[in-house]
């Protein structure tokens, strides 16, 4: 394989895996999330282990975590990967959409500008479990799309 193949599949396979936090994870709502709070079983404020299944077929770990001021961030814990971070909104029910991106460096290493991994989360709490589907779009610096990918998530909510 040449180093531009694999530079784009491991950009492939982080973009997958980032998705999955879906990744995707675990991600943070309307209040800050307290380790001594009480919380509503559909409440989806807080962070979650989920379970990240690619359309690809491919498996991930992830953190998804909504908080305060409408910030969430997805981190991919297994296998590891950078965090994504951008915004999220309640609906009823436990119901959530969120948005969130992620850089990488370009090939002329730290400094130079490199693809952006666009994730949007569609998904509800119910009874300390979240679950949902994710789309992921890749683009080059030049802001033209390289890659596309969709999945599912699932997975219980963290305790302190």
């Known amino acids: 394989m040449t180093e531009d193949s694999l530079g784009r599949r491991s950009v492939l396979r982080n973009a997958g895996i980032a998705a999955g936090g879906a990744v995707l994870g675990g991600a943070a709502l309307a209040s800050p999330a307290s380790a ?8 989806i404020t807080g962070s979650w282990r989920v379970d990240v299944h690619n359309d690809d077929g491919s498996e991930t770990v992830s953190i998804l975590s909504f908080a305060a ?4 961030i997805v981190h991919d814990i297994s296998p590891a990967g950078p ?3 951008g915004t999220w909104r309640s609906g009823r029910h436990g119901w959530f959409k969120a948005t969130v991106l992620t850089g990488t460096p370009g090939e002329g290493g730290p400094g130079s500008a490199g693809v952006v991994i ?4 569609r998904g509800a709490a119910r009874h300390d479990f979240v679950s949902g589907s994710f789309t992921f779009r890749v683009t080059d ?3 033209n799309e390289v890659a596309t990918g969709s999945g599912t998530f699932d997975g219980p909510r963290l305790e302190a």
């Not at 001594?36 to 409440?43: F, K, L, M, V, W």
């Not at 001021?69 to 969430?72: A, L």
């Not at 666009?118 to 989360?121: A, G, S």
């Open 36 to 43: 001594t709070g009480r919380h509503d079983h559909d409440e």
């Open 69 to 72: 001021g409408q910030v969430c």
């Open 83 to 85: 965090p994504f971070t």
């Open 118 to 121: 666009e994730l949007k989360l």
């Open 141 to 143: 610096p030049g802001g």
